[in-house]
Nanobody
Framework: QVHLVESGGGLVQPGGSLRLSCAASGNIFSIYALGWYRQAPGRQRDLVATITNGGITNYADSAKGRFTISKDNIKNTVYLQMDSLKPEETTVYYC?????????????WGQGTQDAVSS
């Protein structure tokens, strides 16, 4: 089992920045990749960015150039630096831990953290 706890969400003005954190605990050795997803009201949950244990990153097109995903292996924490935020990015952000393909376990999700981009 992997337990994920997000933090860092809040209210910012358009064009502002937020830095989200997700601390992983439990069976961290079952993690192949960590990632961030977001889900606006009435919409599906979409990928924002992922990072593998080897440091390979993947970004949604809307996040490229503005968002940066990183991790601290000592603290078992993944971060999402979000710059130049837009009002349409007011949503709940979820942390995800993905197991390796050979594992029989399922992925884990955090409880979500709310971001609001508004004047």
């Amino acid at each position: 089992q992997v337990h994920l706890v997000e933090s860092g969400g809040g209210l910012v003005q358009p064009g502002g920045s937020l830095r989200l954190s997700c601390a992983a605990s439990g069976n961290i050795f079952s993690i192949y990749a960590l990632g961030w997803y977001r889900q606006a009201p009435g919409r599906q949950r979409d990928l924002v960015a992922t990072i593998t244990n080897g440091g390979i990153t993947n970004y949604a097109d809307s996040a490229k150039g503005r968002f940066t995903i990183s991790k601290d292996n000592i603290k078992n924490t993944v971060y999402l630096q979000m710059d130049s935020l837009k009002p349409e990015e007011t949503t709940v952000y979820y942390c995800n831990a993905q197991p390796p393909a050979w594992a029989s376990t399922h992925s884990s999700w955090g409880q979500g953290t709310q971001d609001a981009v508004s004047s």
